[in-house]
């Protein structure tokens, strides 16, 4: 199946900074969505991004199919951006729903 | 909130019994997706139907078994529960029956074997 590979696994910010969370897929995909796990257990979808750049207030998401892989970017970091980020991925047009998600990256944020 | 409703959100249960999840889908999504989230084994996806017929099955143990129904809504039967089965079990909803949809999930419901 395709790998999804995160990177950094753990990073702690002070409030205020800013970060690059990548993620890097093995095959080509025609879903990627990154997602916020906060400290509570919810899955938060942040952006549905197969390919191309959004942004969303302070976070912002680029993806470069060609070249498999995502970025998130994540400005001026709060205390309330902690938890875990995945990157979720699914291969092709014929494999159904099978959103595989890498590992996560954890983050906190102190104040 | 992301429109899928999961119940219950807690559960607690000894080993050998067996629990249903039930999952309701975002207004007019037509697929369901079960996920289950443990420590070790980290966002596994366990099963999807579509407009209640199954389109796709992963690491879904013979124990347990999943049924959509004619109103959406699912629910996942897990039986024979060993400790191990403790997890965040996780459904989500798309509107397409492709991978080119987004998907939502619900808040979880967290199961605890004893």
């Known amino acids: 199946g395709i790998q999804v590979e995160q990177s950094p696994p753990d990073l702690i910010l002070q409030e205020g900074a800013n970060s690059t969370l990548r993620c890097n897929f093995s095959?080509?995909?025609?879903?990627l969505q990154w997602f916020h796990q906060n400290p509570w257990g919810q899955l938060i979808n942040l952006f549905y991004?197969?390919?191309g750049t959004k942004q969303n207030g302070r976070l912002s998401a680029t993806t470069v199919a060609t070249e498999r892989y995502s970025l998130l970017y994540i400005s001026s970091s709060q205390t309330t951006d902690s938890g875990v980020y995945f990157c979720a991925v699914v291969r092709g047009l014929r494999i159904w729903g099978k959103l595989q998600f890498g590992a996560g990256t954890q983050v906190v944020v102190t104040p | 909130d992301s429109g899928v409703t999961q119940t219950p959100k807690h559960l607690i249960t000894a080993t050998g019994q067996r629990v249903t999840l039930r999952c309701s889908p975002r207004?007019?999504?037509?697929?369901v997706y079960w996920y289950q989230q443990s420590l070790d084994q980290g966002l596994q996806f366990l099963i999807q139907?579509?407009?209640?017929?199954?389109?796709a099955k992963g690491n879904i143990l013979e124990r347990f078994s999943a049924q959509q129904f004619p109103d959406l809504h699912s629910e996942l039967n897990l039986s024979s529960l060993e400790l191990g089965d403790s997890a965040l079990y996780f459904c989500?909803?798309?509107?397409?029956?492709?991978?080119?949809?987004?998907?939502?999930f619900g808040e979880g419901s967290r199961l605890t074997v004893l």
């Open positions: 989500a909803s798309s509107v397409a029956s492709t991978s080119t949809g987004e998907l939502f």
């Open positions: 095959d080509s995909v025609n879903n």
């Open positions: 991004i197969p390919s």
């Open positions: 207004s007019g999504d037509l697929s």
């Open positions: 139907y579509y407009n209640g017929e199954e389109r």
